[in-house]
């Protein structure tokens, strides 16, 4: 949990006293600028009969005296504060200047499993896929930092027929010892081919199948070798990216370990049978758990992975593309229902990343992977760098560079609301103006450039704050709210939209607010915001995984 001077809550406590009924959800961040917090009253004035003059009345009769307070106004059926910038200053220095951040954080004993990327280990991983890489980095960073023990964890499909037609492949066309991901990439599309035009290559598809669940050695050793180069392959390219993955799960495990028969045998009452395959209904649609040969499909493996999740933690988060809508519910209401687990579960969904020439495809080949997008990212963000910087040595060129292209591809994929179809263009990832990373990369090297040239100089919480430095203090103060919204509604996008509009703030800030230059009242109190800028900026970043630098 977080722990700060939460004037939020204590606004909601005072209008309780006059209005229990009131809820957190009846009190909100305010999008229009106008304010900082809104009651929406038309609950109240519904229920008691009351105008909105006679609620406003009220609430300024409770809270009109509150010194965080700077003013209340009344439109329509809302009731607006906006609070007062030096107490909010305050709040944020002390966290600040007890702990190093704003807000602290209080370590909750919930363990949370957050299942990310399980991109089938079938070729390298592509700009379709790492949308739910950087969404579920993020999301598992965000309930890191809100205090949450966070596990996150990768679902290796090894047992379904894509990956068997991959180790059919690569003992059909691929001809080294020692192939890469892309040979391996190669001989499953050539094995594609091969099986749309229905060659015997199913029946050897088919057979591989069945000596993987049967425990044959050769062919367990042989498709881990495969799935294993293209994972190392897969987790190279995420960590890049800052992308690393804390737990591995092969589904195979679950078949040998007799997880999936326990499994059957919990379900025998709700089991159906139909030409020798078994499933459940589940909303009033056939679930296949196991194929007319007894061997397990991937339905019943997934149960089986999200049980041996629940006896582990208490929560679990699934990021999953928009089409495993109707395989998490069946998921949802097995294990909930037929088999009574009781510890939460939550889905994450968003929509894919497609070409402008189309939908993305591995098997056919029609992709680009994350390899190519990080490095044109890298030599598109060095052209830049050495425009704006060209006294710099080659060497530091290339580390800015490094740490622009990352932030720019993280930032630019995660921005955009998770439900949203996402065309990608490469004018728009690698634009490094803008609603873009670098645009908040800039504003803290320029914030701190100001604090080296100003090292050693005291700093004050002030009272008399113009309208630019109490508008960035606000935006400051508001930081965890977003991180309770952002945590609610599993979004880490507000997270990044947030770190925009501070941007802004402190452009308008920086632009009409002179420091070295400055009075001294004026200098200790802007010193302030300035660093409390630059903590807020390094903590936000770091949860959208923008790789914040000190001189650009």
Avoid at 4 to 18: L, V
């Amino acid at each position: 949990m977080l722990l700060f001077d939460d004037y939020w809550k204590k606004i909601i406590e005072s209008i309780q006293t006059a209005y229990p009924e009131v809820t957190e959800g009846d009190i909100a961040l305010d999008r229009s600028g106008h304010c900082d917090l809104t009651f929406r009253a038309f609950q109240v004035m519904k229920k008691r009969g009351l105008s909105s003059e006679a609620v406003y009345s009220k609430v300024t009769e409770i809270l009109g005296a509150s010194d965080f307070i700077e003013k209340i106004e009344s439109v329509g059926g809302y009731v607006n504060f906006t609070l007062m910038p030096s107490k909010l200053m305050e709040a944020i220095w002390k966290e600040m200047e007890g702990t190093n951040q704003y807000p602290d954080t209080f370590q909750d004993p919930e363990r949370v499993s957050v299942e990310h990327t399980s991109t089938n280990p079938t070729g390298p991983i592509h700009i379709g896929r790492i949308r739910n890489s950087i969404i579920g980095d993020s999301l598992a960073r965000l309930l890191a930092r809100y205090g949450y023990r966070v596990t996150t964890q990768y679902f290796i499909n090894d047992s379904g027929r894509q990956v068997a037609s991959l180790y059919a492949g690569y003992r059909k066309f691929v001809k080294s010892d020692n192939p890469s991901a892309y040979d391996l990439l190669e001989g499953y599309k050539q094995a594609t081919v091969e099986l749309e035009a229905g060659t015997e290559l199913n029946g050897e598809v088919d057979q591989v199948i069945r000596d993987y669940e049967k425990g044959d050695p050769e062919t367990i050793e042989g498709i881990r070798k495969v799935c294993s180069i293209i994972l190392d392959s897969i987790n190279a390219s995420l960590f890049n990216l800052g992308i690393k993955i804390d737990d591995y799960t092969w589904e195979s495990d679950l078949i040998r370990t007799g997880d999936i028969g326990r499994i059957m045998e919990d379900l025998e009452e709700d089991l159906l049978e139909e030409a020798g395959a078994k499933y459940i209904m589940s909303n009033g649609r056939k679930m296949f758990l196991t194929r007319k040969d007894g061997t397990s499909l991937y339905f019943s493996r997934d149960i089986a992975y999200h049980l041996y999740k629940f006896q582990n933690f208490d929560w679990l988060i699934d990021v999953l593309g928009e089409n495993h809508k109707e395989h998490a519910s069946h998921i949802e209401y097995v294990t909930k229902t037929l088999l009574n687990q009781e510890h939460r579960l939550d889905f994450v969904f968003y929509s894919y990343v497609s070409l402008e020439t189309g939908k993305m495809s591995t098997r056919k080949g029609q992709i680009i992977t994350l390899d190519e997008l990080y490095e044109r990212a890298i030599e598109e963000s060095l052209k830049v760098v050495k425009s704006k910087r060209p006294e710099l040595p080659e060497e530091s060129l290339k580390e800015i560079a490094m740490n622009v292209a990352v932030s720019a591809i993280r930032f630019h994929i995660l921005k955009l609301n998770s439900n949203k179809p996402m065309v990608f263009k490469w004018s728009e990832a690698l634009n490094l103006e803008g609603d873009s990373a670098p645009f908040v990369m800039y504003s803290y090297a320029r914030a701190s450039s100001i604090m080296r040239k100003l090292e050693g100089q005291n700093q004050a919480v002030g009272k008399n704050y113009n309208k630019e430095e109490g508008a960035l203090i606000r935006q400051m103060y508001l930081y965890p709210y977003v991180l309770t919204e952002s945590l609610r509604g599993l979004k880490p996008e507000n997270v990044a939209n947030y770190l925009l509009e501070l941007t802004r703030k402190f452009n308008d800030f920086y632009s009409n607010c002179p420091v070295i230059n400055a009075l001294q009242e004026e200098k200790e109190r802007r010193v302030l915001i300035i660093n409390s800028y630059r903590t807020i900026i390094r903590d936000a970043a770091n949860i959208v995984g923008l790789k914040i630098l000190e001189e650009m």
